[in-house]
Every structure is written in C-alpha cells, then in structure tokens.
C-alpha cells in the first residue's frame, strides 16, 4: 500500500471483540498465561507487552505508523518532544563523548549542550550548517553524534542532507540524528539518505490540534533497542491515551500538511511583497537563500513563516498585541494560525549575540499558520501590520 493508505490501516491486532477502531489499553500492565511466559517474555525469549512504562499496544500502533512514513526499522514513543530529544542523546554518548551540532536548533536542545551535558562530561562543536568546510573541522576523535535540525527553529536554515549522508559515510561509527519536527515525516524523509535516528515533537503537526504532548524517536533498530534500556529504567514514557490521540491524528498528517504548506505560501507571499516588513523566510520563496535545496529534499515548504517586521521589538509587540483571530503562543503545527516572538519566548534564554547568529532579530516573528481560509488568516496579519505602525 502506498503511504496514505497504510497510515489509516495500520492497526494493533484486534481483540477478541472484534472492535473496529483500536481501543484505549488505559492498563499499567499486563498479566500472564503463566510463570513460564512471565520468565520467558522478561528474559526477551518471547514477543510480549509486560508494563506501560515500557510497551502498551496503543503506543506500539503509534510508533508503527511514524515508522512507515519516515521508513525506518524500529521507534520509540515519549511523554514529549524534549523527553524523545534527550533520550537519542542521553542514551547514547557517555563521559568524553563529543558532539557536532548546527548552531540554529530549538532553545531546550540549546540548554542540553551549553549546560546540562557538560556536568557529564559531554562537549560539544556548534557548526553554521550551510557551509561544510565547519562540519569537516569540527569532527574529533571522540566525536560520537552528527545532530542538526532542518529547517531550523525559527529561522528555517536548510542543511543539505544528501551531503551529510555521504559526509558521514567517511565517520561510520558517528550517528547521524535530526530532529524532522518542522518538516514532519510527510515532507522529508531523512533515512534515505542514510540518517540513523529521527526524532519528532508529535506535540506539533503529528497531533495539529494542540491536545496532547508526545515525543517519537525511530531509525536503526541497534540504536532504537539501546534506546529502549535507558527508557525502561528512567521512564520517559507516552501515556497510552496520548498515544492513542496521536496514532489517530497521524492518519490526517499528509492532508493536513498539504493545507498548511500552501497557506504558508500564500501569507509569505503577502509578507514579501509588504513595505512594513523587512526580509521573510520561507523554504518555497525563491527569495529563499536555499531554495533550490528546498525543492530537492522537501515535498513542500512547510507551515512555518518567519519574518522581520520594521520597528524591532516595540513594532514586533505591537504586531503581536493587534492580531485579532491569529493566537499568541509558543506552540506550533495547530490547525489554528499562531504567532511567536522568539528572541522573547522560545529562544530567550540565549544570549543576544547567539540569537543574531542564527537571524533572530528583536523584530523577528514566527507564524504557524494553520488551516483556516487562507483569506482570513492573511486578512488578520495584513490589518496588524497597518495597525501596529
């Protein structure tokens, strides 16, 4: 079957009720046939759900799905984004462990490198993405992890990942992890060109309601199965109604993503050709520094606008404060059309000269715009900037 078709048939096994949508399984565990079968499926001799901590069949379902569309070997469901993120780190690399990393990612993963991994003796090496000469410099002999985002957060920077593959074919036993939350399995799908670990905040466009939080890590099943250790002793885990919420939205995805991608166009395209804003971003603009790598390795630009407003702050705030259907929240990948002021929220904890580094100016807004009538969502941005001069 072909992707559509097998996220909406994907299923856990049916019960003995013959239900026709799988159930919530709200159980902490699971019983046994026997003492036999008990001892057989903890000494791994044997397939079977032991404890919700560790497997539940809603999660199992979930993960399944994320595993088809990015087509990788196996995965592993969190209780959210940053919990998935963390683990294909923390589960991985010990003391004297380095990392290389693209400078533009998200806030929190900024935080693990800069100051929770160096009390473990973990170092890491910030690259500008585009330019590959960093990436080449950059490795150590100790260099365990490749980790990138693409696009990143909140400035959309591309990196190519069919040069990263075949860079990486020179250091086999680095990982090559990304997190593909901004461009969602739909839309990009690193394994093909020899990625080893996705990681998503399923909190974004895989659930695109704003209900539930969730994490999804997949790739290489030796990588997934060390993974699975660390998280069945520390127990970062999905809940089973999380992960039943997800399993359900995730069937929606490639439709919902087709409306967001072409309603993100529309409104950069109005962005651009505005005399209050300064510079848009947006993968499919072909006033994108990238946009021809974006054409390559994306189906489509995504749901994400981030622009410059003139003014700087002051003008950003007022912009903000005069939307009238647009939401303000850190979130994003909602059927709802919402705004960030990121060098205030989502990236506040950097210091001003990282985040002129990575393009995010005082006056730098992020919209994820969601699913509405493209006229209205582009109606509200255009009447905030004429309101906030």
């Known amino acids: 079957m072909k992707e559509e078709s097998r996220l909406i048939r994907e299923q856990f096994p049916r019960s003995q009720n013959r239900e026709h949508s799988v159930p919530m399984y709200l159980t902490s565990s699971f019983i046994f046939d026997d003492?036999?079968?008990?001892?057989?499926?903890?000494?791994?001799?044997?397939?079977?759900?032991?404890?919700?901590?560790?497997?539940?069949?809603?999660?199992?379902?979930?993960?399944?799905?994320?595993?088809?569309?990015?087509?990788?070997?196996?995965?592993?469901?969190?209780?959210?984004?940053?919990?998935?993120?963390?683990a294909s780190f923390a589960a991985l690399l010990k003391n004297g462990d380095h990392v290389v990393s693209s400078r533009a990612i998200f806030g929190s993963t900024h935080q693990l490198f800069t100051e929770l991994f160096p009390r473990w003796g973990i170092t890491h090496t910030y690259v500008d993405a585009t330019k590959?000469?960093?990436?080449?410099?950059?490795i150590?002999?100790?260099?365990?992890?490749?980790?990138?985002?693409?696009?990143?957060?909140?400035?959309?920077?591309?990196?190519?990942?069919?040069?990263?593959?075949?860079?990486?074919?020179?250091?086999?036993?680095?990982?090559?992890?990304?997190?593909?939350?901004?461009?969602?399995?739909?839309?990009?799908?690193p394994t093909q060109y020899g990625f080893d670990l996705v990681s998503h905040s399923a909190t974004k466009y895989i659930d695109g309601q704003g209900r539930v939080l969730g994490g999804v890590v997949v790739g290489r099943k030796d990588l997934i199965d060390e993974m699975m250790f660390f998280i069945r002793h520390t127990g970062p885990a999905m809940s089973p109604f999380n992960a039943w919420v997800l399993s359900k939205s995730i069937e929606t995805l490639p439709l919902r993503m087709d409306r967001h991608c072409s309603n993100a166009l529309a409104v950069a395209e109005a962005l651009e050709a505005h005399e209050e804003v300064e510079s848009v971003r947006y993968p499919f603009l072909p006033s994108h520094p990238q946009y021809?790598?974006?054409?390559?390795?994306?189906?489509?630009?995504?749901?994400i606008v981030t622009f410059v407003v003139k003014g700087g702050y002051e003008r950003a705030k007022r912009f903000m404060d005069a939307m009238e259907m647009i939401l303000i929240t850190s979130n994003l990948g909602d059927s709802r059309?919402?705004?960030?002021?990121?060098?205030?929220?989502?990236?506040?904890?950097?210091?001003?000269?990282?985040?002129?580094?990575?393009?995010?100016?005082?006056?730098?807004?992020?919209?994820?715009?969601?699913?509405e009538d493209?006229?209205?969502?582009?109606?509200?941005?255009?009447?905030?900037?004429?309101?906030?001069?």
Not at 374 to 389: F, G, N, P, T, Y
């Open 35 to 86: 003492a036999e079968q008990c001892r057989a499926i903890f000494a791994n001799e044997q397939e079977g759900i032991i404890y919700s901590r560790y497997s539940n069949p809603n999660t199992s379902e979930f993960v399944n799905k994320v595993c088809a569309m990015e087509i990788a070997e196996a995965g592993l469901a969190f209780s959210s984004g940053m919990a998935a993120v963390f």
């Open 132 to 138: 590959p000469e960093q990436w080449e410099d950059a």
């Open 140 to 189: 150590q002999d100790n260099t365990k992890m490749i980790f990138l985002e693409t696009p990143s957060n909140p400035g959309l920077e591309l990196v190519d990942l069919e040069w990263l593959g075949s860079f990486k074919q020179k250091y086999p036993h680095i990982i090559l992890s990304i997190d593909n939350c901004f461009a969602t399995p739909y839309l990009q799908k």
């Open 292 to 303: 021809e790598l974006a054409k390559k390795q994306m189906r489509l630009g995504g749901g």
């Open 337 to 371: 059309t919402i705004a960030t002021h990121p060098a205030s929220t989502t990236h506040s904890k950097l210091k001003e000269e990282e985040r002129l580094n990575l393009g995010i100016l005082p006056g730098t807004i992020r919209i994820s715009v969601g699913l």
């Open 374 to 389: 493209i006229d209205d969502i582009r109606d509200d941005v255009l009447q905030a900037l004429e309101k906030s001069k």
